[in-house]
C-alpha cells in the first residue's frame, strides 16, 4: 500500500542525521520542514499543523523531545510523534507514550527503519495527507502550557 503524501516535521539537533532523515522521507514522497532544535520546532508547530513529527529526544536548551511531544499533542492532538533517542530506556518510552507517543525507538537506527516506521504510524492513524491543506493554525495565539516562548 502508497502512503499518501503526509506533512512531517524533523527535530533533530545532529545535523547529519537531521539530513539524512529528511533525504529518507522525501525520497518516500513526503513533505518535509526540519527544525534544528526544541526553540525552533515550537515556532514551526505553532503556525504549521504536521501529520507527524520525528523528534529526538535530547537536544540543547531547555525544550527537549518531552517538551516537543506536550506542545504538538496541545496544538494538534491528532498528529502523530515519534521520539528517537540514544538514551532509549523502558522508563523513556512508557513516559513518552503516556504523553501520547506513536512509539520509542533507538538510536543508531535503520533508515529503511524510520522509513517503514513513518508509513506505519501514518497508515494506523490514518493521518497521511490530513495536513496537506493546513498551511497556517491562526488559532494558536499563545505558546503551550508550561512552555514560554523565547
Same mark, same amino acid.
Given at each position: 500500500?502508497?502512503? =499518501?503524501? =503526509?506533512?512531517?516535521?524533523?527535530? /533533530?539537533? #545532529?545535523?547529519?542525521?537531521? /539530513?539524512?532523515?529528511? *533525504? /529518507? ?9 526540519? =527544525?534544528?532544535?526544541?526553540? /525552533?520546532?515550537?515556532? &514551526? &508547530?505553532? *503556525? ?6 520525528? +523528534? ?11 517538551? &516537543? ?9 491528532? +498528529?502523530?510523534?515519534?521520539? &528517537? +533517542? ?17 512509539? $520509542? ?6 533508515? #529503511?527503519? $524510520?522509513?517503514?516506521?513513518?508509513? *506505519? ?19 494558536? *495565539? +499563545? ?8
Amino acid at each position: 500500500m502508497v502512503t =499518501a503524501q =503526509a506533512k512531517v516535521l524533523i527535530v /533533530e539537533d #545532529e545535523r547529519l542525521i537531521r /539530513e539524512v532523515l529528511s *533525504t /529518507e522521507l522525501r525520497k518516500a514522497g513526503h513533505h518535509v520542514v526540519t =527544525a534544528a532544535d526544541g526553540q /525552533e520546532a515550537l515556532q &514551526i &508547530i505553532g *503556525t504549521d499543523i504536521f501529520d507527524l513529527v520525528l +523528534t529526538d529526544l535530547k537536544m540543547p536548551g531547555r525544550l527537549g523531545g518531552m517538551e &516537543i511531544l506536550k506542545a504538538v499533542k496541545e496544538i494538534s492532538p491528532d +498528529t502523530v510523534v515519534i521520539v &528517537i +533517542t540514544a538514551f532509549a530506556t523502558f522508563a523513556v518510552g512508557v513516559e513518552a507514550m503516556k504523553l501520547g507517543a506513536y512509539d $520509542v525507538f533507538p538510536k543508531p537506527f535503520d533508515n #529503511e527503519h $524510520v522509513v517503514l516506521k513513518v508509513r *506505519t504510524a501514518l497508515e494506523s492513524a490514518g493521518r497521511a495527507g490530513r495536513a496537506k491543506n493546513w498551511s497556517r493554525a491562526p488559532f494558536i *495565539t +499563545t505558546a503551550p502550557a508550561g512552555i514560554a516562548p523565547s
